[in-house]
C-alpha cells in the first residue's frame, strides 16, 4: 500500500504546490478564495466525469482520444498561466496595495482571477483523473482490501495537501514589496513545466516526432521518483532524463511569457494615468 501512496501524494502534489502558489500570488485580493475554491470544486468534478467517460475518449481518433485531450488541457492552462504573468506585471502593484486593503480593486483583480480560477482547474482536473482511473484499476483487483486501499489513498492525498500548504505558508511570510516577484518567478516556472509536459504529450500523441530522445540521463544523480526529484517534478518540471523537445519547450515558453510581459509594462508605461 505505500506503492499506491507514494503515486497519490505524486499526483497531489502537483496540483497542491501550483495551488498554493497561485494562492500565494493573490493572497489579500478580494474575492481570490471564492475563484480558487470554484477552480478547484470545477476541476473535482471534471475529474470524475472524465474518468468516468474515458474509455469513451481512449478509443476517440484511433486510441489516441486521451493523450489528444491531455494534448488540449496542458495548452489551455498554460495560456491561463501565461496571461497571469502578464497581466501581473502591469497590475502588481495595485495587487499589492489590496494585500494591504483588502476589497480594492477587485473588479481589477479579477482580471486576472478567472484566469487563475481556470488554470487550476485544468491543474486538478488532469492530476484528479489520473488518481481517480489509478485508484479505480486497483479496486477492480479481487486481493486489494478496500479499507487498506482507502486508508493510502487518504494518506498520499493529506501528505501532498500539507506539502502544498506548507508551501502557501512559506510564500505568506514574503513581505508584500517582494512577494509579486517571488510568486510571478515561480509561476514562471509553473508555465515551463506545463509547456515540457505538452512537449511530451505532443509525442505521446504522434503529432510530433523530432527530438523525442533523452538528451542525458541524470537518474544516478536525481531520480524523478526520488523525494526531491518529486518534490522539483511539481514545482518546476524536473524531469531527470528530458528530450530536446521538452526542453526546447521549456526554455520557449518561458522566454515567450517574459517578451510579453516586458512588451505590455513598456506599453503600460506610455500610458497616462
Not at 494562492?23 to 475554491?37: E, F, K, L, M, N
Not at 480593486?105 to 492530476?127: C, F, K, P
Not at 523530432?210 to 517534478?233: E, I, M, Y
Amino acid at each position: 500500500m505505500f506503492a499506491t501512496s507514494l503515486i497519490v501524494f505524486r499526483e497531489t502534489l502537483e496540483a497542491a504546490l501550483f495551488i498554493g502558489i497561485i494562492a500565494a500570488a493573490t493572497r489579500g485580493v478580494a474575492r481570490r478564495s471564492t475563484w480558487i475554491a470554484a477552480g478547484v470544486l470545477a476541476g473535482v468534478l471534471g475529474a470524475l466525469a472524465l474518468a468516468a467517460g474515458m474509455e469513451r475518449i481512449s478509443a476517440w481518433a484511433d486510441g489516441v482520444g486521451q493523450d489528444l485531450l491531455n494534448v488540449g488541457i496542458l495548452t489551455v492552462a498554460l495560456a491561463m498561466l501565461a496571461w497571469h504573468c502578464v497581466w501581473v506585471s502591469v497590475h502588481g502593484r495595485e495587487m499589492a496595495l489590496a494585500a494591504r486593503q483588502i476589497g480594492q480593486s477587485a473588479a481589477q483583480a479579477d482580471g486576472a482571477l478567472w484566469a487563475l480560477a481556470v488554470a487550476v482547474a485544468l491543474t486538478v482536473l488532469r492530476e484528479g483523473a489520473e488518481t481517480v482511473l489509478f485508484v479505480s484499476g486497483l479496486l477492480s483487483g479481487e486481493s486489494t482490501g478496500l479499507g487498506a486501499l482507502m486508508g493510502a489513498v487518504l494518506s498520499g492525498l493529506a501528505a501532498g495537501v500539507l506539502v502544498g500548504l506548507v508551501m502557501y505558508l512559506g510564500l505568506a511570510r514574503v513581505q508584500a514589496r517582494h512577494l509579486f516577484s517571488v510568486t510571478n518567478t515561480l509561476v514562471l516556472l509553473l508555465a515551463g513545466s506545463l509547456a515540457s509536459q505538452l512537449a511530451k504529450a505532443l509525442v505521446q500523441a504522434g503529432l510530433l516526432d523530432w527530438g523525442s530522445q533523452p538528451v542525458w540521463d541524470g537518474s544516478s544523480l536525481l531520480a524523478n521518483d526520488s523525494a526531491l526529484g518529486t518534490f522539483l517534478h511539481a514545482l518546476m518540471g524536473y524531469d531527470a532524463s528530458p528530450s530536446a523537445l521538452q526542453l526546447g519547450f521549456y526554455a520557449g515558453a518561458i522566454a515567450l511569457v517574459m517578451l510579453a510581459t516586458r512588451s505590455v509594462q513598456r506599453r503600460a508605461a506610455l500610458v497616462p494615468r
